[in-house]
């Protein structure tokens, strides 16, 4: 089981600033089967990124997802006021896995 | 317009059993992997199990492994999940879900309560 753990836990940014998010695997993840969701209270996830760098239809360019191997990142460049929220990599392999989440809260 | 709508959760002892619902719309269903995924009350996604167009595969998370089974009607444009031996950690959000690795489309979820 490929286990995956993102970093921070929280992020507090204002407005217009730009994320970094961390995703680290516990061993490669084949083919780049990484993908980026973000998720609002009481609403199901929504795919940003997926094949580790491509993002899913309607995302704004804003969203970029880099890395292979163990190593993946998500960046928001300039963070917009919906854009707070919690983030959830996920590898897709033959056992799926998720990590832990991080939250985006307003600073 | 592409539609996973669930049912069948609620609440259920220790021990007891439940069998969760997904009805399908808008996609040719039998051409899908299907899955199932769970989210506990303020904690992280975990997947749980998934099943191959015909039903000829299926995988599990290993803490449902003997518990959970994961089917399909092709005909009714339906997936399942039968419960069984439920567990207070097992209480979560259950939501279906088209594929069986990324994911563009889930349902609105339904709840499964475990407590006496």
């Known amino acids: 089981e490929i286990v995956l753990t993102q970093s921070p836990g929280t992020l507090s940014l204002s407005p217009g600033e730009r994320a970094t998010l961390s995703c680290r695997a516990s061993?490669?993840?084949?083919?780049?089967?990484l993908a980026w969701y973000q998720q609002k209270p009481g609403q199901a996830p929504r795919l940003l990124i997926y094949?580790?760098?491509s993002r899913a239809t309607g995302i704004p360019d804003r969203f970029s997802g880099s890395g292979s191997g163990t190593d993946f990142t998500l960046t928001i460049s300039r963070l917009e006021p919906e854009d707070f929220a919690v983030y959830y990599c996920?590898?897709?392999?033959?056992?799926?896995?998720f990590g832990q989440g991080t939250k985006l809260e307003i600073k | 317009e592409v539609e996973l709508v669930e049912s069948g959760g609620g609440l259920v002892q220790p021990g007891g059993s439940l069998r969760l619902s997904c009805a399908a719309s808008?996609?040719?269903?039998?051409?899908?992997?299907m899955s199932w995924v769970r989210q506990a009350p303020g904690k992280g996604l975990e997947w749980v199990a998934n099943?191959?167009?015909?039903?000829?595969?299926?995988y599990y998370v290993d803490s449902v492994k003997g518990r959970f089974t994961i089917s399909r009607d092709n005909a009714k444009n339906s997936l399942y999940l039968q419960m069984n031996s439920l567990r207070a950690e097992d209480t979560a959000v259950y939501y279906c879900?088209?594929?069986?690795?990324?994911?563009?489309?889930w349902g609105q979820g339904t709840l499964v309560t475990v407590s006496s």
């Open positions: 879900a088209r594929g069986s690795g990324y994911v563009i489309y």
């Open positions: 808008g996609f040719t269903f039998s051409s899908y992997w």
């Open positions: 099943i191959k167009q015909d039903g000829s595969e299926k």
């Open positions: 061993q490669s993840v084949s083919s780049s089967y």
């Open positions: 094949g580790a760098s």
């Open positions: 996920q590898q897709y392999g033959i056992s799926p896995s």
